[in-house]
């Protein structure tokens, strides 16, 4: 599993970060960046679901190449 | 009292609505037509449900930000020496805002935001030192009320000893202001001349590390930013950097005096309180923006004209029960949250970072030196409404 951030919807809320943060921080304006690009550790995917339900602007999608068989 | 048909006729300044506004807001929500209008205080529109708040939020060239503020302005504001001063980004709206609100995002972050972490908490100490011995204070007026201002004085590198001035004057904007535009003019100048002498003495004395300074050197297409644009930041920090978060503040403190059990959730669990913050802010969102429409249209069925007033009741959209499971209930470790108490799209709150360190330390101050409090009368607990709803009296012991 892994996650994206659409640049163009996150408003800088930094939900995800406060939800996740091993694999969300914040640029020098606030907005979300990727700590973790490449596949997430298994103990962190629940983190990531977490992230993805608390960001209003639905700007966070989870990648999981497992559940696509 | 009156019993008013909330779908045509509701009052955010109704005593009643004031004390508890979610009766008529889940009225509203649940009803057939869940954007309400009122022709009272100069007409406005009050959508109630999280899908329709959020939607209005993101299509912000429709609902423009150009009147903030639900009631009408005296006529006498757009005239003067200070006509032309406004509170950006949040009164701003594209292409503008794009730079208004870029400029003063990074004081903001999260890693900004930080080195405020241990003056607020010394603070919340020393507040608490002022009335511990007593077995009794009030919650709101001694303790919530006194610290965000301090925190935003700090912040703008005015005298924190001017905290009352600062007070009085954000509630003559904000609580007695909003129906009563002499009182709103007087406090907008109170404010507008004292941070006009600021600016003036930061052109003379320039400091370092100071935003006031950083901002007024600030460059946008190689010009120099506008004063009236540095004037309009000051502006804004003291209007909604004080009582919002005083009011999230106290709202908290009046929700845990009652809750022993959440008092211990907190206690036993440290790790929670990231999470419990959100959901104290989703419960008990103190802010409702206004928007204003800016083209004719129809929203969800309503027709709407140009120039029409929108309330964002984002406190409405936290408690709607399509978007959040038991959304009456604080539960602090809510999975999901999508809340919008700093709102949504362009205009989210840009002190949303120092709101949540400001909520987080003063009650986890509070918490460690008082484990144990309750409410004295939950009866005499009053409360501020309108547009920034918490608690202004809030005895509690202990």
């Not at chain 1, 892994?2 to 304006?29: K, L």
């Not at chain 2, 241990?118 to 204070?137: P, V, Y």
């Not at chain 2, 008082?370 to 309108?386: C, K, M, N, R, S």
């Amino acid at each position: 599993m892994r996650v994206e951030i659409d640049a163009g919807s996150c408003h800088g809320h930094q939900m995800c970060a406060i939800a996740a943060p091993e694999i969300f921080g914040s640029d020098e304006y606030g907005n979300a960046v990727l700590l973790i690009e490449d596949d997430l550790p298994a103990e962190l995917e629940s983190k990531a679901r977490r992230a993805e339900n608390n960001c209003p602007e639905r700007a966070i999608s989870i990648i999981d190449e497992a559940s696509k068989g | 009292m009156t019993t008013i048909d909330p779908l045509t006729d509701y009052d955010i300044f109704d005593a009643e609505f004031v004390l508890d506004p979610f009766p008529v807001m889940d009225a509203i929500r649940e009803s057939e037509c869940p954007i309400a209008h009122t022709e009272r205080w100069g007409g406005s529109w009050l959508p109630t449900r999280y899908e329709d708040i959020v939607a209005m939020a993101q299509e912000h060239d429709l609902f423009t930000s150009r009147s903030i503020i639900v009631t009408p302005p005296p006529p006498v504001q757009f005239e003067g020496p200070y006509a032309g001063v406004a509170a950006p980004p949040i009164s701003s709206d594209p292409p503008e805002h794009h730079w208004h609100r870029r400029l003063i995002l990074p004081f903001f972050a999260p890693q900004a935001v930080a080195k405020y972490e241990d003056g607020t908490r010394d603070l919340c100490n020393q507040l608490i030192d002022g009335f511990i011995d007593g077995g009794k204070a009030d919650a709101a007026a001694d303790y919530a009320q006194q610290i965000p201002v301090r925190v935003i004085a700090t912040m703008l590198g005015v005298p924190t000893d001017m905290s009352d001035e600062f007070t009085s004057w954000v509630r003559g904007v904000l609580e007695v202001g909003l129906t009563d535009p002499k009182v709103r003019l007087e406090s907008r100048m109170k404010i507008l001349d004292y941070f006009r002498a600021q600016i003036d003495d930061r052109k003379a004395n320039p400091r370092d590390d100071d935003m006031i300074t950083t901002l007024l050197n600030s460059e946008v297409d190689g010009q120099k930013v506008p004063e009236n644009y540095v004037h309009g930041v000051c502006n804004l920090m003291l209007i909604a950097g004080v009582d919002t978060t005083w009011s999230s503040i106290g709202a908290s403190l009046w929700h845990l005096a009652q809750h022993p059990e959440h008092r211990a959730q907190l206690r036993d669990d440290p790790d929670l309180w990231p999470m419990a913050i959100e959901e104290l802010l989703r419960a008990y969102a103190p802010v409702t923006m206004a928007r204003q429409v800016d083209r004719d249209t129809e929203f969800q069925g309503c027709p709407m004209h140009a120039g029409d007033r929108i309330l964002m009741a984002f406190p409405a959209a936290n408690r709607d029960p399509r978007q959040f499971e038991n959304p009456d209930e604080v539960i602090l470790d809510r999975e999901h949250n999508r809340h919008v108490a700093f709102g949504a799209g362009i205009h989210r709150c840009a002190g949303s970072n120092l709101a949540r360190l400001e909520l987080r330390v003063a009650l986890q101050t509070w918490l460690a030196r008082i484990p144990e409090f309750q409410l004295v009368d939950p009866a005499t607990v009053t409360w501020a409404g309108g547009q920034v709803r918490g608690p202004r009296k809030c005895a509690v012991a202990f």
